[in-house]
């Protein structure tokens, strides 16, 4: 900038002419460059910084504007002729305005350019102005100079005549352009290093799943990455420039970075981290220091500690008694079994394994409270010690869960133990003012008949607890092989539900559904079947009830929702008229928070309209969620048809049908197939029938399998029919057969 300022002058100069010869002092020619660049350099220092306000920009435009004009006056000065120079006042005032106004100009361009991308016109402009500034003091200060001849000659000394004038302003421009040059290109090769560098930390820290946070000298945020943001809740936008404290508890909101590092800079330390809603957990902080030309900066890498601290917790902890009852817990009954195993073993004994669960102890715990939960669960474990001896170990599991160890005792002393338990557990217990009553349900095992090890006695001792608990409860049971089969088949079943849905094994069928005046196919009901690669065919009355207990039953209700909805789009593609298909809705997925979530999410991926498909909700399932009816409001507002499936067979208000949204009462099956054998089926079914007229809803009967079931739906005015007697469940290429036949 310096020199471009001074090579304006002096070639301004050379294209001026004077009708007088004119040289040049040397000293004052070079000591003119030192304004320009001095002035220059001072201002871009000031306008460069980060932080750069109003004040600063216009410091930046009168340190140029003086540059400006000291250069000019000075190279004016240096001219050595026949001749004084005398200048006006108001074209002097006016030059130096003129470059103070395009100073100022180009420095706020600039300065406004700086922070927005896509205004490089800006800086283009502001250097326009810059220049104008530059040449039109020049010019404006040679026009209010006047040379005046003196009477007398003056001698000329230590002067440079205007051909090295040029010679020294080529070599000026010269270095303007190679310095321009190399400034550019090591700024691009700096800047391209820098964004690389910036590019692979950015990656690195946000790859990282601990939590990497860098402040500034001062302890400010700078940097947030997404591991942060999961540990402590905070987005980088809500944290960035905040003070780091913010994450810590208040026990720790006085740790100082800057004294802190020095003492645990590579170290590790555990400190209480604070989530933004407030919880606190235990983090495990490492921190480091660098200094940069901006000032230092500190690195924590933070981790969650939550789990181990748990495990380390859970180790310090471990005892050999429970806490509650001041039996022997879980680790010690084992250590007591394995020995007892080991002395079976070499004198030739048995020994029996009781497992013991409480029937309704839920139930206390809601009604009473789980304090008076835990003094059932004492009494209960001071009323079984009553039955035993001292030989034998009674271990409480945890919950109501106990297990009973008894050396040497066979299945004639085990099952009198077990029924004498029973009696005294039977008994109430007075438990603040109030008479509290439990069940037991016991299961045994016997070693070695039903196992050699202690985890096979306590996993057959347990199993056939839950054979008991199937059984009506309050009693005991002895181990059996085919109950091992039954627990074994279940538990292939129950493990293979995930498998079979990504291996494609389940498959839906479908059912159609015949309005009785027309006996046209008005409708189909999906149902799935699973085909397993070993065990053959299950059947859904036996691997539905498995999937609801392990919530995979929300997984295949999805998997059919959608697949019915994209075969029902499918088959209106192929040129069929549209009809409704009907899903089953089961009780866990309709209390999922958002059932209206997926059915729009299958309905849209399937570009099926929603009032081709149909929900059936059993009674069991509106009557049981408390936000049964908006659920059922909001699908209904979307256009979706909803029925109530096995109608009669719930315990839910005929009162609920007034204020349930739904289209369709379904009677279920059972009903529909006693219709001739027995007279209150029949009435049950005329009843439902005639009541869902009057209430103005269509329904539908399951299960018909006749021609005199038909002719009796018919004659009560039934609207439509299902069952074996039009078509059993149909693959989807039979569906379309039939419906195109039909």
């Known amino acids: 900038m310096g020199l471009g300022i001074w090579s304006v002058h002096f070639i301004g100069m050379l294209a001026s002419h004077l009708s007088m010869e004119v040289t040049y002092n040397t000293p004052l020619v070079v000591a003119s460059i030192f304004p320009a660049v001095l002035a220059s350099g001072i201002a871009f220092a000031i306008t460069g910084r980060p932080q750069v306000g109003k004040t600063q920009v216009l410091a930046g435009a009168v340190l140029i504007t003086t540059g400006i004009v000291a250069m000019h006056y000075t190279g004016m000065a240096a001219m050595q002729m026949q001749a004084t120079i005398q200048y006006d006042p108001l074209l002097w005032t006016l030059s130096v305005v003129v470059a103070l106004a395009a100073s100022l100009l180009a420095m706020f361009l600039l300065h406004y350019s700086r922070s927005r991308l896509g205004f490089f016109w800006l800086k283009g402009a502001s250097a326009a102005l810059m220049a104008l500034g530059v040449s039109g003091m020049h010019y404006i200060g040679m026009a209010a100079a006047s040379f005046e001849l003196p009477n007398h000659h003056t001698a000329v000394t230590n002067s440079i005549d205007n051909s090295y004038i040029a010679y020294n302003v080529g070599i000026g421009m010269a270095l303007i352009l190679m310095i321009a040059i190399l400034s550019i290109r090591s700024e691009t090769k700096v800047k391209s290093l820098s964004d690389e560098y910036d590019r692979q930390f950015l990656s690195v820290i946000e790859s990282a799943t601990d939590g990497i946070v860098v402040t500034d000298a001062k302890g400010f945020v700078m940097q947030w990455n997404y591991g942060a943001e999961c540990l402590f809740g905070y987005s980088k936008d809500e944290i960035t ?110 020994l029996t394994v009781l497992y013991l669960d409480l029937d309704q102890f839920k139930l206390v715990n809601d009604t009473y409270g789980h304090t ?112 091992n089969e039954l627990v074994s088949r279940k538990s292939t079943i129950a493990m293979s539900i995930r498998k079979g849905l990504k291996l494609g094994e389940f498959t839906v069928h479908y059912q159609p559904q015949i309005d009785i005046e027309t006996e046209n196919i008005i409708g189909v009901e999906a149902l799935v ?98 936000s049964a009816i908006s659920k059922m409001q909001e699908l209904k507002t979307m256009g979706i048809h909803l029925s109530i499936d096995d109608f009669g067979t719930g315990y839910s208000s005929l009162s609920y049908l007034k204020l349930f949204p739904v289209d369709t009462l379904k009677i279920d099956q059972h009903f529909t197939r006693n219709i001739h054998n027995d007279p209150k089926d029949a009435a049950l079914v005329a009843t439902i029938i005639q009541m869902a007229h009057n209430l103005e809803l269509n329904v539908i009967a399951e299960g018909v399998e006749t021609l005199e079931q038909l002719a009796f739906l018919k004659n009560k005015r039934c609207n439509q029919a299902q069952g074996y007697y039009f078509q059993k469940p149909l693959l989807p290429e039979k569906i379309e057969e039939l419906y195109m036949n039909t």
């Not at 983090?283 to 601290?309: C, F, H, N, P, Q």
């Not at 065919?537 to 009830?545: C, D, K, L, T």
């Open 241 to 350: 420039h905040q003070d780091v404290q913010l994450i810590f508890s208040k026990a720790y909101q006085e740790l100082n970075l800057s004294t802190t590092t020095t003492d645990v800079s590579g170290k590790t330390i555990e400190v209480m981290g604070l989530k933004k809603d407030g919880r606190q957990f235990p983090v495990e902080l490492s921190t480091g220091y660098w200094d940069t030309a901006k000032g230092g900066y500190y690195s924590l890498i933070i981790r969650d500690i939550t789990d181990r601290r748990a495990t380390e917790e859970k180790i310090s902890n471990l005892v050999y008694l429970d806490s509650l009852t001041g039996l022997p817990n879980r680790r010690l009954f084992n250590d007591r079994l394995e020995s007892t195993i080991g002395q079976a073993l070499e004198n030739g004994l048995v």
């Open 529 to 626: 079947r699973w085909h397993h690669p070993k065990l053959g065919s299950i059947s859904p009355a036996e691997f539905i009830p498995i999937a609801e207990e392990n919530g995979m039953i929300i997984h295949i209700g999805e998997f059919v929702l959608r697949t019915a909805c994209q075969q029902n789009k499918d088959w209106q593609d192929s040129g069929m008229a549209p009809f409704r298909v009907a899903v089953n809705i089961s009780a866990k997925q309709f209390s999922q928070g958002n059932i209206a979530t997926v059915v729009t999410s299958a309905l849209e991926d399937a570009g099926l309209a929603p009032h081709f498909l149909e929900l059936e909700l059993t009674e069991s399932i509106i009557q049981g969620a408390t």
């Open 372 to 483: 008076t939960g835990d003094q059932l669960l004492m009494e209960v474990a001071d009323r079984i010690k009553s039955c035993i001896t001292k030989t034998d170990t009674l271990a409480r599991l945890g919950g109501d869960e106990f297990i009973l160890l008894l050396p040497s005792a066979d299945y004639t002393k085990a099952g009198a133990i077990a029924q004498k338990i029973i009696e005294v557990l039977n008994d109430p217990f007075l438990l603040n003012n109030e008479s509290v009553f439990t069940t037991p349900s016991i299961g045994v095992s016997l070693y070695p008949a039903d196992g050699k090890d202690s985890e096979m006695l306590v996993k057959n001792a347990d199993i056939a607890m839950y054979r008991v608990k199937e059984e009506g409860k309050n009693h005991f049971q002895f181990f059996t092989s085919e109950m």
